[in-house]
């Protein structure tokens, strides 16, 4: 059965003829040309077949009206005579006349008999009739007058050898047409196939589960160099994706098994070595905390995922970023005074509107000033600020802390990464990854910078640009 | 005591919950699954629903709480779910839920949530002022005074003592001053929310002698007349 569900990983059978795009286009190739040769025939055979034809016609039709002309004229006799002058002058002996009166009785004319195939008067007829020693073709034209028949008509031998000839050729020429179309779809068929097996190849390769492939181009940048290009744009941000996920499990793994081995060991050992209800009761309520922790952090890897998936630009809206901003301030004013810090603000009042996921931003700028403060020693200075820099709206972050070292920098975006310097203060390490994703989310990018370069410390800068609306 | 049904297709988790509940003084009815916790709840009254987003049996949490709705039936209805994305609490406080709540949660958060669902008020009057002991809260003029002496408050802290005197001698969990107060709908690191909550407290606690804002072990604060 054709429509038999294919394998996963077997290669799939070229398919059937009719299946078979490239026959498809080849049959409409065929399909065009011929129509186009018709054509070019059809007019060929109007303009020289069809053209004597027609001069026949108009002759026959001409030397009849003559001839009743000079019937009305002169009457029967003058029609006799006028019918026997043409003969006579007739050297090719082409013209067929014959006049017969109302009894069938033959009055003039090159023909022996009344032909029996003639119908009406006025009509037009081709028949065979017996002339100039032969059977012939004619045309041939019928007049009645009172008290007489006439035919007027011409012998049509030499034309009907001519249009078999013309037939013939065309005949010829129509099967060279057929065979340059067949040859050409053939050639169009080979060449889209050619054209196709790289990519066929690659999608082939990576169905069988390596994603490293990707289609070649051939650099002629025509539409099947922009199909790979899309094919390998899409790859690479499935490539990223899996990257991504692998990244997730990898974190689960790590930062998830050893808090909950930590949790399960404590618990563990107060079950095996609690003195007392007391002891007990506070292992399990320590117990509790770490489980919070971990769902917590799993939270928030939630939250990086559906971030970096983009599974969230649905909930876009367009948002007044200062407003979001100030708010933000506010919050983390109080926590920054309580450790004796200072929060300073540096938002315009209007800012071009950014579409984008309100919650999403609010925690990156919550984990920033978070961040800040807890990093930040007493005395410090934090500042939020927003600009619009034209192409980009910026939001930074800065604070008078210890700052991080450049080559720390690219891994603190990652996700579960900690200066060794601050292991001792809670949070997941996960802040500044969510940080990021939501910037890429929102078409930016997150950036660490020095705050203030040259001095020590330098405090750090984390700047957040925003794609405009 | 509110009358409650719960539906729950977990177990584990309805006892939990159930027990709880019944420990604070509610009666409790169970349903394991969506079709009989629409049975229950369009042919008996309750105060307050608390659901499972998901439910087995066809009918899930926002498709019960739809029909409820469709029906006329407007008890608040508390959303328990495992699903965390922003766009789900939306889908079903759309569906005509009041509340929504993550799991896994802590047993006082979810208290908590339920008291301050169950004791809305019922009169649609608006309120003007409120009142805790000798401190009072005027809605219309925006002013708080103790003991007659006027007290400087910022607008937050304002919306926040707001907050907790609606729902005076009630448990009110820092999620909920932080979903309520700052429309937020994430979990900061660090506890930002106590910073604000002592803050306020040391302004209306100053000159004093008995506090007014409590802090209750394991799950928030409380406002009430009594030390």
């Known amino acids: 059965m054709s429509d038999a569900p294919r394998l996963p990983g077997l290669r799939p059978t070229p398919p059937r003829l009719l299946q078979s795009a490239g026959f498809r286009f080849a049959l409409l190739f065929i399909a065009i040309y011929s129509v186009a040769a018709s054509f070019l025939v059809a007019v060929l055979w109007w303009a020289t077949a069809g053209a004597l034809d027609r001069q026949t016609i108009a002759s026959i039709r001409t030397d009849a009206s003559t001839l009743v002309e000079r019937f009305r004229e002169s009457g029967t006799p003058g029609l006799v005579e006028a019918i026997e002058e043409r003969l006579a002058l007739d050297a090719q002996n082409e013209t067929i006349y014959l006049l017969v009166a109302a009894d069938g009785r033959r009055l003039a004319g090159n023909l022996r008999d009344w032909p029996t195939a003639i119908g009406e008067d006025g009509t037009w007829f081709r028949t065979r009739i017996q002339h100039d020693g032969g059977v012939a073709e004619a045309r041939v034209h019928r007049r009645d007058l009172p008290g007489l028949r006439l035919l007027v008509g011409r012998d049509e031998s030499e034309r009907v050898q001519l249009r078999l000839l013309l037939t013939e050729g065309v005949a010829w020429s129509l099967g060279a047409v057929l065979i340059f179309a067949g040859l050409g779809a053939a050639l169009i068929r080979r060449a889209l196939q050619a054209r196709m097996r790289p990519a066929v190849a690659t999608a082939l390769g990576i169905a069988g589960g390596d994603l490293s492939h990707r289609v070649p181009l051939s650099g002629q940048g025509d539409e099947f160099d922009r199909l790979g290009a899309t094919m390998n744009d899409m790859l690479d941000r499935i490539a990223s994706l899996m990257a991504g996920l692998r990244g997730v499990s990898d974190a689960i793994a790590h930062d998830l098994r050893t808090p909950i081995a930590r949790a399960r060991a404590k618990l563990e050992e107060s079950l095996n070595t609690a003195a007392g209800e007391a002891e007990l009761r506070a292992a399990m309520e320590e117990g509790i905390a770490d489980l919070d922790n971990i769902s917590r952090v799993f939270q928030a890897l939630l939250r990086i995922a559906e971030a970096e998936a983009g599974a969230r630009r649905a909930a876009f809206a367009p948002l007044d970023l200062p407003e979001v901003l100030r708010d933000a301030a506010e919050f983390y004013e109080a926590m920054a005074e309580a450790h004796e810090q200072r929060l300073e603000t540096d938002l315009p009042e209007h800012l071009a509107h950014v579409v984008g996921d309100r919650d999403l931003l609010l925690q990156a700028v919550a984990n920033l000033l978070d961040n800040a403060i807890k990093f930040t020693p007493p005395g410090g200075v934090i500042r939020l600020e927003a600009r619009d820099t034209g192409a980009r709206i910026e939001v930074a972050v800065s604070d008078s802390g210890p700052g991080l070292p450049p080559q720390d920098r690219a891994q603190a975006l990652d996700r579960f990464y900690r200066a060794d310097s601050s292991r001792h203060l809670p949070g997941s390490g996960l802040g500044l990854s969510l940080v990021r994703a939501v910037a890429q989310l929102h078409g930016g990018e997150a950036v660490l910078l020095d705050a203030m370069p040259g001095a020590d410390p330098p405090g750090l800068r984390v700047v957040i640009s925003l794609a405009k609306l | ?227």
């Open chain 2, 1 to 227: 005591m509110m009358r409650i049904l719960l539906v729950e297709d977990d177990v584990e988790v309805a006892r939990f919950v159930k027990k709880g509940l019944q420990e604070a003084g509610h009666t409790v009815e169970h349903a394991s699954n969506g079709r009989d916790g629409l049975f229950l709840a369009a042919s008996e009254s309750f105060d307050m629903l608390v659901l499972d987003r998901m439910l087995p049996g066809g009918v899930d949490g926002v498709r019960l709480v739809e029909t409820l709705r469709q029906q006329g039936n407007r008890s608040p209805v508390l959303f328990l779910s495992a699903l965390s994305a922003v766009d789900e609490r939306v889908k079903g406080l759309k569906a005509g839920g009041d509340d929504y709540l993550v799991k896994p949660f802590a047993f006082a958060e979810l208290l908590a949530r339920v008291e301050a669902l169950g004791r809305r008020p019922s009169s649609e009057a608006p309120v003007t002022k409120l009142k805790v002991a000798d401190l009072e809260l005027d809605l219309l003029s925006r002013t708080v005074t103790r003991s007659g002496r006027k007290i400087d408050v910022q607008p937050r802290e304002f919306r926040l003592l707001e907050h907790l005197m609606r729902h005076a001698g009630q448990v009110v969990t820092r999620t909920m001053l932080l979903e309520k107060v700052w429309d937020y709908h994430f979990d900061p690191q660090t506890n930002v929310i106590d910073v604000h909550v002592s803050r306020l407290r040391q302004k209306l606690d100053k000159g004093f002698d008995k506090p007014l804002i409590h802090t209750v072990r394991n799950a928030g604060y409380m406002i009430r007349a009594e030390g």
